[in-house]
């Protein structure tokens, strides 16, 4: 990839749902901030591509943020398949085994019909290929960045589900002739 590349990873908005649930790609995202999304807005780089996961909430986001993302299912958060549409308590208390094997190594650990965090790297390293040189805004989800933070960190899977990624929050990683560098991770923006 020639030239360098300047991304803006924004998570989404909070989903407007149940707290505790792994909640599907149709769930709606939770503008009411208006402030914080304005603000978030106002440190985006102008002119800059734009690119969201297929999620509703992320779209939804990107349109708060006044952007009209092109959509990269590369992007999308991490497939918890048979899990999905479910509250974590629930399935902790009737998950039995299959649930606590995969908190026992979230990284490499796959649900029912779903994937495993070491799988959403390999998506998201072949979505990060598909940005060229200049400015990008990423909407996306938590797992998205942390799976780019994990690439341009060169992280084991493991390491990298340790970063905390809030709702709304900005991430800044570039891609430069040299390698990668990150400027800020999961910074608040009010």
């Not at 734009?50 to 779209?59: C, G, H, K, L």
């Not at 779903?114 to 598909?130: C, K, M, P, W």
């Not at 060169?154 to 340790?162: E, I, S």
């Amino acid at each position: 990839m020639e030239g360098e590349t300047f991304l803006w990873l924004i998570r989404h908005a909070p989903v407007e749902g149940v707290a505790g649930t792994i909640h599907a790609a149709d769930a709606p995202a939770d503008l009411a901030d208006r402030t914080q999304l304005e603000a978030l807005r106002q440190r985006l780089p102008r002119d800059a591509a734009s690119y969201a996961s297929p999620s509703r909430r992320t779209v939804e986001t990107a349109r708060a943020l006044g952007l009209e993302p092109g959509l990269v299912p590369e992007f999308g958060e991490q497939d918890f398949g048979d899990w999905t549409g479910r509250r974590h308590d629930e399935l902790a208390a009737v998950g039995g085994e299959t649930y606590a094997q995969f908190w026992s190594d979230p990284a490499r650990g796959r649900p029912p019909d779903g994937e495993s965090f070491e799988d959403q790297i390999a998506r998201v390293r072949l979505g990060l290929a598909r940005i060229g040189a200049g400015s990008a805004t990423l909407v996306v989800h938590s797992g998205t960045i942390r799976a780019a933070l994990c690439i341009a960190l060169d992280l084991t899977p493991q390491v990298a589900l340790r970063f905390v990624i809030d709702p709304l929050s900005l991430t800044r990683i570039d891609r430069l002739a040299t390698g990668w560098r990150v400027v800020s991770v999961n910074q608040q923006v009010s």
